[in-house]
């Protein structure tokens, strides 16, 4: 079984490669390169096609912008699947834009320094990775620098994102609250998104219209970070992309330490990085939910919800035993019914839980990969496994899809099929 697996993983991935150098998420839905789901990519190539991980780093890292913001699409290529495309975002109207590559004007959780620890740990040829990463890691630094100078308004080692498109968990429950403060246009367009899947499991229409709302003050202002701050009836810290940065963060210490000469930038990461998790524990736990939240900046609350989001920060080394034993606790509690599997993209228990609906509910492959070794890291082996097994039993039923159904008697795989980011990191949860 896990030898076949394996293989249509690999089949998957191959189909998706594409000839400019980076991988596509699936066919038809996402047809240009997404910046997390390229990080998630390069790990599952690592195992069987070194060359084309690095391409798929490289691919993405060259459309970086001279202020080292990298974006969260990038087209290198023409498609009409998909919408909006670059016409719509218009990423030349920031003066600092790249000249060579058409993007959008946000960006994704910054998941490329902890990749490139990976693609190491995977890389048998240990000498050659870290000579690659050595001519890439400059660039994830100044992503980092970026994320620290623009999006950390209040200089407390927590960034924002100003879009919901940002987060990667794009149509959340968490977001509906948000939305209730906005009043926008309702736009004349045309979605490619339900052209290739059923509309029950994407966003809707008028959520749609909040998504265009926020790209087009930003256009409005060029896309420039501080009117961005001021403006965005959206801002958000985001536990998930956060925990993805201070992941990151502990990567770019180990990769630069190993690589030897760069103590300037070595000290500057670990005072970010004490800065970060010590903000992220005062601000972004909730006692009475047992978990890490998103914080609005916005209208400067917390906002109570439990999300998968909410346990990520296992992944980064965030929460103290107490913290970590009280979170693994609520994560059984709302999610870990023996009826489910884990782990839900929302709390089970909440009236807003939709399993078919996208990021209201549905069950992730690589949420489930970062909570696997956060818990195997803390100690909680029962239910790393019990993820890891959940995950591997999801693809081998349903397929490689882009989410499935957390219910087992109701289960299913929806959204995009050969999905690519499930093909990679089911790749590395069979090896290890
Ligand atoms: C989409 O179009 O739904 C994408 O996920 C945005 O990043």
Same mark, same amino acid.
């Given at each position: 079984?896990?030898?076949?697996?394996?293989?249509?993983?690999?089949?998957?991935?191959?189909?998706?490669?594409?000839?400019? @150098?980076?991988? =596509? !998420?699936?066919?038809g839905?996402?047809?240009?390169?997404?910046?997390?789901?390229?990080?998630?990519?390069?790990?599952?190539?690592?195992?069987? %096609?070194?060359?084309?991980?690095?391409?798929?780093?490289?691919?993405?890292?060259?459309?970086?912008?001279?202020?080292?913001?990298?974006?969260?699409?990038?087209?290198? %290529?023409?498609?009409?699947?998909?919408?909006?495309?670059?016409?719509?975002?218009?990423?030349?109207?920031?003066?600092?834009?790249?000249?060579?590559?058409?993007?959008?004007?946000?960006?994704?959780?910054?998941?490329?320094?902890?990749?490139?620890?990976?693609?190491?740990?995977?890389?048998?040829?240990?000498?050659?990775?870290?000579?690659?990463i050595?001519?890439?890691?400059d660039?994830?630094?100044?992503?980092?620098?970026?994320?620290?100078?623009?999006?950390?308004?209040?200089?407390?080692?927590?960034?924002?994102? #100003?879009?919901?498109?940002?987060?990667?968990t794009?149509?959340s429950?968490?977001?509906?609250?948000?939305?209730?403060t906005?009043?926008?246009?309702?736009?004349d367009?045309?979605?490619?998104?339900?052209?290739?899947?059923?509309a029950?499991?994407?966003?809707?229409?008028?959520?749609?219209?909040?998504?265009?709302?926020i +790209?087009?003050i930003?256009?409005e202002?060029? #896309?420039?970070?501080?009117? +961005? /701050?001021?403006?965005?009836?959206f801002?958000?810290?985001?536990?998930?992309?956060?925990?993805?940065?201070?992941?990151?963060?502990?990567?770019? +210490?180990?990769?630069?330490?190993?690589?030897?000469?760069?103590?300037?930038?070595?000290?500057?990461?670990? $005072?970010?990085?004490?800065?970060?998790?010590?903000?992220?524990?005062?601000?972004?736990?909730?006692? %009475?939910?047992?978990a890490?939240?998103?914080?609005?900046?916005?209208?400067? $609350?917390?906002?109570?919800?439990?999300?998968?989001?909410?346990?990520?920060?296992?992944?980064?080394?965030i929460p103290?035993?107490?913290?970590?034993?009280?979170?693994?606790?609520?994560?059984?509690?709302?999610?870990?019914?023996?009826?489910?599997?884990?782990?839900?993209?929302?709390? !089970?228990?909440?009236?807003?839980?939709?399993?078919?609906?996208?990021?209201?509910?549905?069950?992730?492959?690589?949420?489930?990969?970062?909570?696997?070794?956060?818990?195997?890291?803390?100690?909680? +082996?029962?239910? /790393?496994?019990?993820?890891?097994?959940?995950?591997?039993?999801? =693809?081998?039923n349903?397929?490689? #899809?882009?989410?499935?159904?957390?219910?087992k008697?109701?289960?299913? @795989?929806?959204?995009?099929?050969?999905?690519?980011?499930?093909?990679?990191?089911?790749?590395?949860?069979?090896? =290890?």
């Amino acid at each position: 079984m896990k030898e076949k697996l394996i293989k249509q993983a690999v089949q998957v991935l191959s189909n998706n490669f594409q000839k400019e @150098g980076f991988t =596509i !998420p699936c066919k038809g839905l996402y047809p240009f390169q997404w910046k997390w789901d390229s990080g998630f990519i390069a790990i599952g190539l690592s195992y069987f %096609n070194i060359s084309n991980a690095k391409k798929e780093i490289e691919t993405l890292l060259n459309a970086q912008w001279e202020n080292g913001f990298i974006p969260h699409i990038v087209f290198h %290529n023409e498609s009409d699947t998909y919408f909006p495309g670059p016409d719509f975002h218009q990423s030349n109207l920031h003066f600092l834009s790249s000249k060579e590559y058409k993007s959008t004007g946000m960006t994704q959780p910054p998941v490329t320094g902890f990749v490139l620890q990976e693609m190491l740990r995977i890389a048998s040829d240990k000498e050659g990775m870290l000579q690659f990463i050595e001519t890439q890691i400059d660039k994830v630094y100044r992503n980092h620098q970026y994320f620290y100078k623009n999006r950390d308004i209040y200089n407390e080692g927590l960034v924002y994102i #100003y879009h919901n498109w940002e987060s990667g968990t794009d149509n959340s429950p968490i977001w509906d609250d948000i939305w209730e403060t906005m009043n926008p246009p309702e736009y004349d367009f045309e979605r490619r998104d339900t052209t290739h899947v059923d509309a029950s499991q994407r966003p809707s229409k008028r959520e749609y219209d909040y998504y265009l709302h926020i +790209i087009e003050i930003a256009k409005e202002h060029n #896309y420039d970070d501080t009117k +961005i /701050a001021e403006l965005s009836p959206f801002l958000v810290q985001d536990p998930l992309f956060n925990a993805m940065l201070i992941k990151s963060n502990s990567a770019l +210490i180990g990769l630069y330490t190993k690589l030897g000469e760069n103590e300037e930038k070595i000290s500057q990461l670990k $005072k970010w990085q004490e800065k970060s998790i010590k903000a992220f524990n005062e601000k972004l736990y909730n006692e %009475n939910l047992g978990a890490y939240v998103h914080y609005d900046l916005r209208n400067g $609350k917390q906002i109570e919800f439990v999300s998968s989001s909410s346990f990520s920060p296992l992944f980064s080394g965030i929460p103290d035993e107490k913290k970590a034993k009280e979170i693994v606790n609520t994560m059984l509690t709302k999610f870990g019914g023996e009826d489910k599997y884990l782990c839900a993209s929302f709390d !089970p228990t909440s009236s807003r839980f939709n399993p078919k609906k996208y990021w209201r509910g549905p069950v992730w492959i690589n949420l489930n990969w970062m909570l696997y070794y956060g818990l195997k890291d803390y100690g909680f +082996i029962d239910v /790393a496994q019990r993820v890891k097994e959940d995950s591997i039993e999801l =693809i081998k039923n349903d397929g490689f #899809y882009e989410y499935f159904d957390s219910r087992k008697s109701n289960n299913g @795989g929806y959204g995009g099929s050969d999905f690519s980011w499930s093909a990679a990191l089911i790749i590395d949860l069979l090896h =290890i």
